[in-house]
């Protein structure tokens, strides 16, 4: 059998306040009678007694009732507001955690935080109550039963009707509801793409262009979301004029057994009151059916989420290595596709070896180096850090031994000092010499908060390259002794450059292994090896002066200028 997922683990936990919930609501349904006993009694013995002494206990009994009633009521919420916390609470870091593998190994996640936001709603909502109070449906037919059959009948087929509204309403609503609502969940995303694009939209005088298109896909998904909600509210309003129906329906059959002496004139109030509470879970339920349609939708793709990502297992702690670095017969494909991206890579590279990797555009540099670091999970063969796959780590053990800076460099909320300690503690003296390796201590001095600047925002005010040079520096933080860098140059001045070309030296030095995608022939003149990257696969690699002069003498990919530069 299969084991089961967080998220199962953390709804069972959840599903255990069950037992003080049902408690709670017992006591609760129970002094729900008080007000129809109230009438029976004031009608029946009050007014046939005139006792006003009796009036004034059976009041106080009656607000007594009702009083803690509300408090029963009020820890019924507070507990459902606790467990719908705490549900997402525990559910959320490990959904983040879990999109992020989906992403890398499956191309898309299935669910997201919008799906933990459902079974939050759902389970602090009312729909639970109304659930918790069903059962007590039967049991208030019952009693108006007693009180005369032909009223327990009217009962009966009054909660069959308003039920049978429920199921229909499903049937009518689930599958629209559901469409509508992943339609806005992807008009949502693509906002929020917008946003974060919105200097190539302006600069292009595109705003106007997309906003047209996404307001045609965001009319499609809310016309099939305002379907459902007519159809939702048809159900609903039917469901309440029948229910004020069967009021008047007991009311006046009440009546006519009171005239026929078969039943009080208490017993035919309090039989209305006790019907109101017998059918108001079931057309509650009604009301709370999208909460719950979200809620099974979201919980669905949830489980879906956790069964196709695997948990990332404390593995056995292992020593630093010194940075030997073996790929044996690497092989990618797209997630989505399947298509071959890397098609069996080898290579080997010692200690304190730079390698640059050359190649076309699209022909797999940035996604070698993604499989490098350990952030695509290779088909098939292995990359091994001095002899341990890198599937041997546990995740973030082994990201404290590789650097990376890939192509686009992103900074994470925080300041510039925590981006370089890569989100973690941040150790002063560690920064400051991964800043000044990377040529970014004096970029970062010169700003007005230096270490301490924010970043990571809409708002966060640095440059391409200031990026780029930050970037670097985290990739560089405690001397990794494996570096990957995609094209670190890309986004660099002459003084940024220099800086990077003095870092290269001192990794060497230190015995770091590193790995550049670089065509540019200064860089390129540091390197010991060269891998030239076509189609996937690996079409030459060996010395720096061998490679270049082969590619020279073939006139290949880099020209022949920048190779007799890079061979100098
Ligand atoms: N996440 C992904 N899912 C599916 N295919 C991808 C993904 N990333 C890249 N590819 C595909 O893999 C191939 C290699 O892309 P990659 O980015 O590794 O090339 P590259 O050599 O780094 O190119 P460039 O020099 O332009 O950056 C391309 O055909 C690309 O479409």
């Known amino acids: 059998?299969?084991?089961?997922?967080?998220?199962?683990?953390?709804?069972?936990?959840?599903?255990?306040?069950?037992?003080?919930?049902?408690?709670?609501?017992?006591?609760?349904?129970?002094?729900?009678?008080?007000?129809?006993?109230y009438m029976l009694q004031v009608f029946d013995r009050v007014l046939a007694s005139g006792s006003l002494d009796t009036l004034i206990w059976l009041s106080v009994i009656a607000i007594f009732a009702i009083i803690t009633y509300g408090f029963l009521e009020?820890?019924?919420r507070k507990i459902l507001n606790r467990t719908g916390a705490w549900v997402a609470s525990e559910l959320s870091p490990a959904v983040i955690k879990r999109t992020i593998s989906a992403r890398l190994e499956h191309g898309r996640s299935p669910a997201g935080l919008g799906d933990v936001k459902d079974v939050r709603n759902f389970l602090a909502g009312d729909a639970i109550l109304a659930f918790l109070d069903a059962p007590w449906t039967p049991v208030f037919i019952t009693v108006i039963w007693l009180m005369h059959p032909f009223l327990g009948m009217i009962a009966v087929a009054g909660a069959i009707m308003l039920f049978a509204i429920g199921v229909l309403h499903d049937i009518l609503t689930r599958h629209r509801a559901s469409t509508a609502a992943m339609q806005m969940r992807e008009v949502n995303n693509d906002a929020q793409a917008y946003v974060e694009n919105a200097e190539t939209l302006a600069g292009m005088g595109m705003v106007e262009a997309v906003l047209a298109n996404w307001k045609r896909s965001r009319a499609q998904a809310e016309a099939d979301g305002s379907q459902a909600e007519e159809t939702s509210s048809v159900l609903y309003n039917l469901s309440r004029s029948l229910r004020l129906a069967l009021q008047?329906?007991?009311?006046?059959?009440?009546a006519a057994l009171v005239l026929r002496a078969e039943l009080t004139a208490g017993g035919m109030i309090a039989a209305s009151i006790i019907l109101a509470r017998a059918l108001s879970p079931v057309e509650r339920a009604i009301?709370?059916?999208?909460?719950?349609?979200?809620?099974?939708?979201?919980?669905?793709?949830?489980?879906?989420?956790f069964r196709m990502t695997a948990d990332d297992q404390p593995q056995v702690s292992l020593p630093k290595p010194e940075g030997k670095l073996e790929v044996t017969d690497l092989r990618y494909f797209s997630p989505e596709t399947k298509a071959p991206i890397i098609r069996s890579v080898s290579m080997k590279l010692a200690p304190g070896t730079l390698c640059g990797v050359l190649g076309?555009?699209?022909?797999?540099?940035?996604?070698?180096?993604?499989?490098?670091?350990?952030?695509?999970?290779?088909?098939?063969?292995?990359?091994?850090?001095?002899?341990?796959?890198?599937?041997?780590?546990?995740?973030?053990?082994?990201?404290?031994?590789?650097g990376y800076l890939p192509q686009q460099t992103e900074l994470f909320h925080g300041t510039i000092a925590q981006n370089i300690a890569r989100m973690g503690e941040v150790d002063d003296a560690a920064v400051l010499a991964a800043a000044r390796k990377a040529g970014a201590h004096g970029m970062i001095l010169a700003l007005e908060h230096g270490y301490e600047t924010e970043v990571g925002n809409f708002a966060d005010?640095?440059?391409?390259?200031?990026?780029?040079?930050?970037?670097?520096?985290?990739?560089?933080?405690?001397?990794?002794?494996?570096?990957?860098?995609?094209?670190?140059?890309?986004n660099l001045d002459g003084t940024g450059e220099l800086a990077l070309q003095q870092a290269l030296v001192k990794m060497r030095k230190a015995g770091q292994t590193v790995v550049v995608v670089s065509h540019v022939p200064t860089l390129l003149r540091h390197m010991d090896k060269?891998?030239?990257?076509?189609?996937?696969?690996?079409?030459?690699?060996?010395?720096?002066?061998?490679?270049?002069?082969?590619?020279?003498?073939?006139?290949?990919?880099?020209?022949?200028?920048?190779?007799s530069q890079a061979a100098e």
């Open 1 to 37: 059998m299969a084991s089961k997922t967080l998220f199962q683990t953390t709804m069972r936990t959840a599903r255990s306040q069950r037992f003080s919930l049902l408690v709670l609501s017992f006591l609760a349904n129970i002094l729900l009678l008080a007000s129809s006993i």
């Open 74 to 76: 009020f820890a019924r």
């Open 248 to 254: 008047i329906a007991i009311l006046g059959t009440g």
């Open 287 to 305: 009301s709370a059916w999208k909460a719950f349609g979200s809620y099974r939708l979201a919980s669905g793709r949830l489980e879906r989420l």
């Open 360 to 402: 076309p555009s699209g022909s797999g540099k940035s996604s070698l180096c993604r499989l490098l670091v350990g952030a695509w999970r290779p088909n098939f063969g292995e990359v091994r850090l001095d002899g341990a796959s890198l599937s041997d780590w546990n995740s973030t053990e082994r990201g404290k031994f590789i």
């Open 461 to 490: 005010q640095l440059s391409g390259g200031q990026k780029q040079r930050i970037g670097l520096a985290r990739a560089l933080y405690k001397d990794p002794s494996l570096v990957v860098l995609d094209e670190p140059n890309s």
């Open 530 to 563: 060269i891998a030239v990257i076509q189609d996937g696969t690996v079409a030459a690699f060996g010395n720096r002066d061998d490679i270049m002069r082969d590619m020279m003498a073939k006139g290949r990919h880099v020209t022949a200028k920048s190779a």
